[in-house]
């Protein structure tokens, strides 16, 4: 059973527009939501995460949207840029994070020039 | 600079015969966990380890292997490879939340590209 539902499984976007990335969980353990950021041939490095106590979180161009009722967070990119073009993962964890992390499938994101 | 290290970044191995995929981190982080990445299916969790000597069992350990002698090693042990362990494998570590500090980052290594033959 797939804790992490994440969609769309990609994306285009054109330079300047809005990305936006869905996740739904299942597990109301959870209480912690990073989205990771993951570049051809290299690991995925954090890039914004947020906790439910709050229902958004910007950092930059970043931002995610958090609605603990529904169980659904979603990631943001204003103003996207080619740079931006990568694959990125919501998670999830709980328990002080020490048995790692709940991954969703992935959001290819191609912006185009 | 702080770092999770794998070892070797390439595999090419062929059926039944055992390998270790090795994973060093120099940031004293007591969490480990090693996952696997498949086109389409994410990233899912083998096994975890908590510390030195505890480990346990992520969503797909089947077919693996895991040891934490020391507190910076985590080696993935596969003792009979088979093709569908062909992979990208991912180590990681993290530290426990520290009172008023809350995040659970996790800090991948570069990734170990296996091939089971």
């Known amino acids: 059973q797939q804790q992490v539902k994440q969609s769309p499984q990609s994306l285009i976007v054109q330079k300047g527009g809005i990305s936006i990335i869905n996740c739904a969980y299942e597990n109301t353990a959870f209480d912690y939501f990073p989205w990771y950021q993951q570049f051809p041939g290299k690991g995925p490095a954090l890039l914004i995460a947020i906790r439910p106590d709050v229902s958004e979180k910007k950092e930059g161009r970043f931002t995610i949207s958090f609605n603990k009722s529904a169980k659904q967070f979603s990631l943001h990119i204003m103003d996207s840029q080619p740079g931006d073009s990568a694959t990125y993962f919501c998670a999830a964890s709980k328990t002080g994070g020490a048995d790692g992390l709940t991954f969703g499938k992935g959001t290819h994101l191609i912006i185009q020039p | 600079e702080a770092q999770v290290t794998q070892n070797p970044r390439y595999l090419i191995t062929v059926t039944g015969k055992k390998l270790t995929v090795t994973c060093s981190q120099n940031m004293n982080h007591e969490y480990m966990s090693w996952y696997r990445q498949d086109p389409g299916l994410g990233l899912r969790q083998i096994y975890y380890?908590?510390?030195?000597?505890?480990?346990d069992k992520g969503d797909v350990p089947e077919g693996y292997k895991v040891s934490r002698k020391e507190k910076r090693n985590f080696p993935l042990i596969l003792e009979s490879p088979s093709p569908n362990q062909t992979s990208l494998y991912f180590c990681?570590?993290?530290?426990?939340?520290?009172?008023?500090?809350?995040?659970?980052?996790?800090?991948f290594g570069p990734g170990t590209r296996l091939t089971v033959l």
């Open positions: 990681a570590s993290s530290s426990p939340r520290a009172s008023g500090r809350y995040t659970d980052t996790q800090y």
């Open positions: 380890s908590m510390n030195v000597e505890v480990t």
